[in-house]
C-alpha cells in the first residue's frame, strides 16, 4: 500500500503509525542488541522464525518454508512482546521520513539515527533521483523477498526507504494507538 492508503486507515482507526524507534523496540521484543527478533540464531533448531526467501534471490525460490509470497499472520511464533510477524513477510512503514545516516553521526542503535524521529521530508528525496522529487520514508522488517545472500535486512535494527507513493505487495504496516500514561 502506498502511504497515503496507509494514513487514511490509520486516521479511521484512531491510530497512528509507529516511529521507527518505537517499531524497532517492539520488533527487539525485550531483546536488545540480538541480531533477530528471536535472538541471535537464523533458525534455532533448524526452524524457520519468519517468511523469508529461500534459495538464489531473484531466480530461485526453494519455498523450504511452504510460501512463495506472503504467510498468514501466525504462522511463526511471536516476539518477546507478544508481536507476530516482526520480521520477514512485509516491510512496514514507519512515521519518519528516511534520513541517511553520516557515518560519523551518533546512532541508537547499528542503523537508527540518535534523533529518533528521522530527517525532514525534503532531506528525503533520493539524491540520486532528485528529478523525481518524490519524498520517502523508513520501512523497517524486511519482507519474503528478502534472502541472507541479498537483503538481510529483516533484523530490527534494518531499514529501507521507501517512496510514498509507491505501493507493492511486500510493504504493509501496523498501527499503534497511543495512550496517556
Not at 492508503?5 to 536488545?32: I, K, N, S, Y
Not at 540464531?41 to 509470497?69: L, S
Not at 521530508?121 to 523525481?132: D, K, L, V, Y
Amino acid at each position: 500500500m502506498a502511504l497515503e492508503d496507509v494514513e487514511a486507515f490509520c486516521r479511521w482507526a484512531e491510530a497512528t503509525l509507529p516511529t521507527e524507534a518505537e517499531w524497532e523496540f517492539a520488533a527487539r521484543g525485550g531483546l536488545d542488541g540480538a541480531i533477530f527478533p528471536w535472538g541471535d540464531e537464523e533458525r534455532p533448531g533448524g526452524q524457520f522464525m519468519a517468511n523469508t526467501w529461500q534459495g538464489h534471490f531473484p531466480w530461485q525460490n526453494t519455498e523450504e518454508d511452504g510460501y512463495v509470497f506472503t504467510s498468514p499472520v501466525g504462522t511463526y511464533p511471536a516476539n518477546g512482546h507478544g508481536l507476530l510477524d516482526m520480521a520477514g513477510n512485509v516491510w512496514e512503514w514507519t512515521s519518519d521520513w528516511f534520513a541517511a545516516t553520516p557515518p560519523s553521526a551518533p546512532t541508537a542503535s547499528c542503523c537508527v539515527p540518535q534523533n529518533p524521529r528521522g530527517g525532514e521530508r525534503e532531506a528525503s528525496i533520493n539524491p540520486h533521483h532528485a528529478h523525481f522529487r518524490i519524498p520517502r520514508k523508513v520501512v523497517k522488517g524486511g519482507s519474503h523477498l528478502c534472502a541472507p545472500s541479498y537483503c538481510l535486512r529483516y533484523r530490527p535494527a534494518a531499514r529501507q526507504p521507501q517512496d510514498i507513493d509507491t505501493g507493492m505487495s511486500h510493504v504493509g504496516f501496523r498501527c499503534v494507538i497511543r495512550t496517556q500514561a
